[in-house]
């Protein structure tokens, strides 16, 4: 019989047309590429089989075909001896156009990119291959957040913000967050229930505070209504050493006195690990600043480029001096 479609909506063979929308509704939510940004190759796949397999059944014509010969038959290919199903030369439909006729006005707001140059075609097993066109139909749930319903006016829920507090070292060099998450979801049967999930963030290197990473729909669910984003907000922990200043890093230096005078070496660690000896030429004066170059934070749109340190000083003055010391200065700088 080829796929099972019945078994890629999960219902029975006797299902009615309620349970086969019941079935569409919540799997073609739960695959739609838009909502499975981490994979879309898979979901793609399986909200194509999807529609299809609703196609088929919400039909009485082609379901009775199907019944009888399966997919070769429905298809126009029917297994060697039989007589029926060249007649129907059954042709999928573009799975978008499908969701946005079950749903009336698409909930994710992109009925307007639909085009006819746009539409799945079917491979050699009769199942959607690709685009017809280079540019992607999906658009990001937050383009659109209403539309009516098989049941019902969906209304999306508010997006739920949360911090992801980071190190300066982790902003500095990238790294890989894993969030476990747990949420209230509604079954086949209209159950709430509790569901865990892992989600991961990739922290790319510069990512500066505010920074927001969304991931549609992982809100808690409620009947008749889509689910809201979960958006992570980067947060930035304070450092003992370093202040972050837009692409810079800022260090606040001690030096004694005679230092700023004569000259030193400041040695420092930075946010990678790497031991950074920067040498004090210039007398430090009232308001000096020193420039390191390239020894700021990675900047996200330039990669490969950094911004640069900034060193400020704090010069300590002696709290008293010897008559001799008093004498000896005033002889060096002439006074």
């Known amino acids: 019989m080829g796929v099972d479609y019945y078994d890629v909506l ?19 939510m739960r695959w739609h590429p838009d909502k499975n940004p981490g994979d879309k190759k898979e979901a793609e796949a399986k909200f194509k089989q999807i529609s299809e397999a609703y196609e088929v059944l919400s039909d009485p014509q082609k379901r009775s075909v199907y019944d009888q010969y399966g997919e070769e038959g429905l298809k126009g290919m029917p297994p060697p001896g039989s ?20 749903f009336g006005s698409s909930p994710f707001g992109f009925g307007s990119m639909r085009a006819k140059s746009m539409r799945y075609q079917p491979d050699s097993n009769g199942f959607f291959g690709g685009f017809g066109g280079g540019e992607s139909v999906f658009r990001s749930y ?13 209304r999306k829920a508010p997006a739920v913000e949360s911090k992801l507090a980071c190190s300066l070292e982790e902003l500095y060099t990238g790294s ?46 409620q009947a008749n209504q889509l689910p809201a984003d979960l958006i992570f907000v980067i947060d930035e922990k304070p450092h003992e050493i370093y202040k ?62 950094k911004g640069n340190l900034r060193v400020k000083f704090d010069v300590q003055f002696p709290s008293r001096l010897t008559s001799e010391q008093k004498a000896t200065l005033k002889r060096v700088f002439g006074g």
């Open 10 to 28: 999960s219902v029975d063979r006797s299902a009615s047309d309620e349970d086969l929308k019941r079935a569409y509704r919540r799997l073609a």
């Open 83 to 102: 007589a029926s199903g060249g007649d129907i030369h059954f042709n999928p439909r573009n799975a978008e156009d499908i969701f946005a006729e079950f």
């Open 142 to 154: 937050s383009e659109g957040v209403g539309g009516a319903a098989a049941g019902g006016q969906l």
């Open 176 to 221: 890989t967050r894993k969030m476990k998450i747990s949420r209230n979801v509604v079954d086949a049967h209209g159950r709430m229930r509790t569901e865990s999930e892992i989600l991961t963030v990739e922290v790319k290197p510069g990512w500066k505070k505010g920074t927001k990473i969304t991931f549609p729909c992982k809100g808690n669910e």
């Open 244 to 305: 972050r200043d837009g692409n810079d890093l800022v260090v606040n230096q001690k030096i004694l006195l005679v230092e700023a005078l004569t000259g030193t070496t400041i040695d420092l660690l930075t946010l990678d690990g790497r031991d950074l000896s920067i040498p004090v030429n210039d007398v430090v004066c009232p308001g000096y600043e020193l420039i390191v170059r390239d020894e700021g934070m990675p900047i996200v749109r330039e990669p490969g480029k």
